[in-house]
């Protein structure tokens, strides 16, 4: 028997009936099934998120970017903070935040720097990007810095 059945066990006792063993059946079949009542299988709630980072990964820093992207994945008050980028906080705020400027797309030139970003996920949006970036190789790549 399922621990979950056990006070439904009970009540039916009290009553003096017990449960009914079609029922018991139906239940445990339920709580054995994975999938939803359209036929699809159920994600967990990690699952439901790794598919949410992706989303955001592809659509905010891919190319092309997709700024409806925000309005879809991020947190009405999400915060975005890099060591390049001043923190920012709320939707309409992550837009064009990088400190030190940008190569301009017409240039045809493109950044390659590396870094570790920790995302939170709060009730199935993006909350928080915090990220460390190697700053220097962007902005020897701007020209800010000269190489060594």
């Known amino acids: 028997m399922l621990p979950h059945l056990g006070p439904l066990h009970a009540i039916a006792a009290q009553r003096g009936d017990g449960?009914?063993?079609e029922l018991v059946r139906l239940l445990e079949r339920d709580a054995n099934d994975d999938s939803t009542a359209s036929g699809e299988p159920k994600m967990s709630r990690?699952?439901?998120n790794k598919a949410l980072v992706g989303r955001w990964f592809g659509g905010f820093w891919g190319n092309p970017w997709n700024p409806q992207i925000?309005?879809?994945l991020a947190a009405p008050d999400m915060l975005l903070q890099y060591s390049l980028h001043?923190?920012?906080?709320g939707r309409e705020e992550v837009f064009n935040d990088?400190?030190?400027g940008s190569l301009p797309a017409s240039s045809g030139r493109k950044?390659?720097?590396t870094g570790t970003t920790v995302l939170r996920?709060?009730?199935g949006k993006i909350a928080e990007e915090v990220g460390l970036d190697d700053g220097v190789a962007a902005l020897t790549q701007l020209g800010i810095l000269k190489a060594a």
């Open 19 to 21: 449960l009914r063993p």
């Open 111 to 113: 950044m390659h720097f």
């Open 98 to 100: 990088f400190l030190a």
């Open 121 to 123: 996920v709060e009730n």
């Open 46 to 48: 990690e699952e439901d």
């Open 86 to 89: 001043a923190p920012r906080r």
């Open 70 to 72: 925000i309005d879809e």
